[in-house]
């Protein structure tokens, strides 16, 4: 018996009701299938001792489906067959090339001219779509069947029956979904759309329709400041058809044609219209928003440039050189707050980290005006960099995270802004925050990064230069000038001390405790004897050349 089933109807009475042994036709199968679906809805796990009355059940359901029966009763089987389809070990038997055709034959997949007309078929088609994305997600089988089967195809067909239609939104989003699960699941589904059956296209209009998006130019979205929340079902419409286009657009920084340019252009004004939208609650909003930064990741970097527009003349922009920056505004918002989280940093901090380091690297006005937000001038340099409350504060802590994606990551951002300027970077962060990553760039000499970028010069603020001499360029913050212990050792002492120390590095060193190192020419970390004889090496090759 199923979990919170009651005393007088059992799994083995709800399956003699569907193969037609308690007699009571349709009617009584329909109404033992809704009792059933009502104590199991929220049954994930299954008692394995009744797997095969389970797996004879979804048989009887099948058998059902296949002929001619109304609404309501489909519905409740759809229902049922659904929560089934939640175990796995029941669709090994079941997963056959016909069942998926009765499938996607009730979902409408298999018409392609006849409209969505008959509303009374949409639950029916809603269920339907909600059982090929339970039994897609368990079975390998099923996915297997679904490219043999051309699903990916009927699933884009169908969603262009779906524009500009009402009432469609659960149909849709459940299309996109299933898209969703087809492209993640299988690579050559994913190859599939992407190539033949204009996926990116189908899709991006698709995301462009939840979002109910107007257009006054060219990759410019008309801005409604007032516009009321999204809905329910559009962000989940929205938030589907991003995570589709997320596994669609895959590898796909080189762009080749004119065509693909102006898609993926075409693409990112969609996806800053979706950063300056909300959902209805601040959790939905978030999802919405993070699904959208993930697409951006895809989207060449250079077509991120529709990312900021000339401003308008409304108060309500946010403007830095002439251009509107509230998307940019925005996804320096959502990095924040994912600082602020504390936890899951890898998939829920590095994706925007990466790509406002991509849009700060190519493009000169992103990069000043999130300069001048995280990177101000320095003013008040009595604490360390690491230690308070403004993002510069949070970022430098998390170049030294335990986690080394996360750290690189964090680290790269701020040497970007630093337009890769060593002697920029440790002003902001201090020798000992930025050492991992000088020593994986081989810059601990000093230097800059290989990128090149505009030669506009930083100024330092009076309050900077006066603190400037007494700054620890280690910890990066001012100390006040401590007395010199040597001062008042006599030569001899000094002599003592110093070999003392040398003598315990020696057996550190000798024990295998310590390996000390040194710095080559190129700026990379080896060990201290091949470091000084590639100095002497260096310096000798230099005095010969001169």
Known sequence: MERGAEPGLELGAVLEAVEGRGGGGAEAVERVLVWYNEENRATFRFDPADEDKRK?????????????????????CLEALRILSRDKKVLVPVITKRNMQILMKLAKLDTVEDPLERVSEFPVIVEALKCLCNIIFNSSVA?????????????????????????????KCFDLRLLFLLSLLHTDIRAQLRQELQGVQVLTQALESSLSVRWTEEYKAAEDHDRLPLSLQETDCAIE?????????LDSWNVHSKNESHQFRYMAAILRHCLL???PTEEKTEELHSNAINLLSNVPVSCLDVLINPS???ETDIKYN?????????LLDFMEKRIDKGSSYREGLTPVLSLLTECCRTHRNIRKF???????PLRDVSNRPEVGTTVRNKLVRLMTHVDLGVKQIAAEFLFVLCKERVDSLLKYTGYGNAAGLLAARGLLAGGRGDHWYSDDEDTDTEEYKSAKPNINLITGHLEEPMPNPMDEMTEEQKEYEAMKLVNMFDKLSRDELIKPMGVRPDGTMAPLEEAVSQYHTS????SDSD
């Not at 067909?157 to 659960?170: G, S």
């Not at 002439?322 to 925005?330: F, K, P, T, V």
């Not at 999130?370 to 101000?376: C, F, G, M, R």
């Open 277 to 279: 939208t909300t959902g």
């Open 370 to 376: 999130i300069k001048a937000q995280v990177l101000p």
């Open 322 to 330: 002439g251009m509107n920056m509230g998307a940019i505004q925005i």
């Open 241 to 249: 058809a991003l995570k589709a286009l997320f596994n669609v657009t």
């Open 312 to 314: 308008s003349q409304e």
């Open 143 to 171: 996915q297997k069947l679904s490219l043999e089967l051309n699903l990916a195809a009927m699933l884009c067909n169908l969603l262009q029956k779906c524009k500009d239609r009402q009432l469609v939104d659960d149909i």
């Open 56 to 76: 004879k059940l979804c048989e009887g359901i099948l058998n059902i489906l296949e002929k001619d029966t109304k609404t309501s009763c489909q519905v409740a």
């Open 539 to 542: 310096k000798q090759e230099s």
